[in-house]
């Protein structure tokens, strides 16, 4: 460790201007009870970049992933910002209560860190870490992080196969398979179109018909969803 | 810190050589006072204040299952089953079982209900170890199975004098489904059962979703809006005193 950190000192008194490479562990756990966590994206990336900003309307590539669980588009634009990014560490859903680890992960010189998956069951819910930065140095970090609304889809929480794709309004799965069915649809309206804090599901306790298809018993979560612990080597 | 220490280690052998000396006063003197085979050494000890306050709207907190241990070892985990001492302390609000079946250097058991707005505090002696973590659970008492507290806080760092606190989260023990009907729910808005051995839940431990109540469409539940709860329902200060 010493070692180390004598070599990273020297190095940047080679090289005063350039940001340390780091090394780092990121372990993310999903806090909940009754979310799935869709494939995530683990971003290491530059002062400037951002996968989502509260306040700010989601890009294509955002919505993409909070309505269908889809992250090609975000990876894309990251890579093209040269980021590093981790796809789906957790090789598919996080399930409630899970852990995933990227391991030894070089990040190079970038020291933000952002995350994103889509909670399901929601219209457009995701679990998002928006630039943290990297400590320079070693240790042990816990951070914890909220659901979002993309702000790009009326909540009206029917499930609707085949909804994912942007646009289409829907849940478009809930892998628990514990909801109900024929909904009326809690809202048609999405006030807020910015990225927002999600207000969380209403749900109702009828199997069949009521305004929601899920279960407010099951369904709903109070902030934080996903615990993060960064390790920096 | 090391001089301290010493000091202290001083004053408890002048004690001890103290009352030994009175001792010798008493004895009859046909018997000759035994020579100790051991030098006596005095047990380096810390104490610790912890105060809870109940920071919710109407739910009343179980007494608290309260255990400082050494570091490493969680009582419950995100994902994991809960023990049956944590079930029976999440169900029912008792926390003998849960304080029993965890090994600590001091453990200490609530006696009293803790009411929204009002504060306890507990004083803990511990004796000196390389590291020294706070476990501390609290039933939620007006739901099925949610309680509060933290599990593996580390307070070894704190220095005599100083304080360090956390508004704690709120956990569903996974073990009752959240029914919020009168009859499975202990506290005052229902009066029902609190422990039952069955698990008819996810069986793992995570954050809790909240409870709906009547006032959300929950026409089953003996819950009103007053009831509902966000994260923070405890907060936690522990000082170290000595």
């Known amino acids: 460790m010493k070692i180390k950190h004598i070599l990273i000192t020297s190095l940047l008194g080679l090289c005063a201007s350039g940001a340390a490479a780091e090394t780092i562990s990121v372990k993310i756990t999903n806090l909940t009870q009754g979310l799935y966590f869709t494939p995530l994206l683990v971003a290491a990336h530059s002062e400037s970049a951002h996968l989502f900003e509260v306040g700010s309307e989601a890009s294509e590539q955002l919505q993409a992933m909070a309505e269908g669980g889809d992250i090609s588009g975000l990876a894309t634009l990251a890579s093209s910002v040269g980021a590093v990014s981790s796809e789906n560490p957790a090789g598919g859903l996080l399930t409630p209560g899970a852990s995933t680890m990227v391991m030894d992960w070089d990040t190079g010189s970038n020291d933000r860190l952002s995350i994103v998956a889509m909670l399901l069951p929601t219209n457009d819910g995701f679990v998002g870490l928006d630039s943290w930065t990297i400590p320079s140095e070693a240790g042990t970090y816990t951070i914890m992080l909220n659901g979002y609304d993309a702000g790009t889809e009326a909540n009206n929480e029917l499930v609707v196969e085949g909804s994912g794709a942007p646009g289409m309004l829907g849940i478009p799965a809930n892998p628990g398979g514990n909801s109900g069915s024929d909904g009326t649809g809690v809202t048609t309206e999405e006030g807020n179109s910015t990225v927002h804090i999600h207000r969380g599901t209403l749900g109702d306790a009828m199997e069949s018909g009521g305004t929601s298809d899920l279960n407010s018993s099951i369904h709903r979560w109070l902030n934080p969803v996903a615990k993060v612990v960064i390790t920096v080597q | ?242």
């Open chain 2, 1 to 242: 810190m090391k001089l301290k220490r010493i000091a202290l280690l001083t004053a408890a052998i002048s004690t001890l050589s103290f009352l030994t000396a009175c001792g010798g006063d008493d004895d009859d003197d046909t018997q000759p006072t035994p020579e100790p085979t051991m030098e006596p050494t005095a047990e380096p000890m810390r104490s610790f204040t912890i105060e809870l306050k109940n920071t919710t709207n109407a739910q009343p907190l179980a007494p608290a299952g309260i255990l400082v241990h050494e570091a490493g070892s969680s009582a419950w985990s995100i994902g994991s089953a809960a023990s049956a001492g944590l079930e029976v302390l999440a169900e029912s609000g008792s926390p003998a079982d849960f304080v029993a079946e965890q090994s600590a250097l001091a453990a200490v058991s609530g006696t009293e209900v803790l009411v929204p707005g009002q504060s306890v505090s507990f004083d803990v002696d511990v004796a000196e170890s390389s590291s020294m973590s706070l476990t501390l659970a609290s039933m939620l008492v007006n739901t099925n199975d949610a309680f509060t507290g933290v599990s593996d806080w580390d307070i070894a760092d704190l220095a005599m004098g100083e304080s360090k606190q956390v508004s704690a989260h709120i956990y569903d023990a996974g073990t009752e489904a959240n029914s919020e009907t009168a009859a499975t729910i202990p506290g005052p808005a229902a009066g029902g059962e609190g422990f039952n051995a069955a698990r008819d839940d996810v069986d793992f431990v995570a954050m809790h979703p909240g409870v709906v109540t009547q006032d959300d469409g929950l026409s089953s539940s003996a819950l009103t809006e007053a009831h509902r709860f966000n994260n923070g329902a405890v907060l936690i200060r522990v000082t170290r005193t000595h």
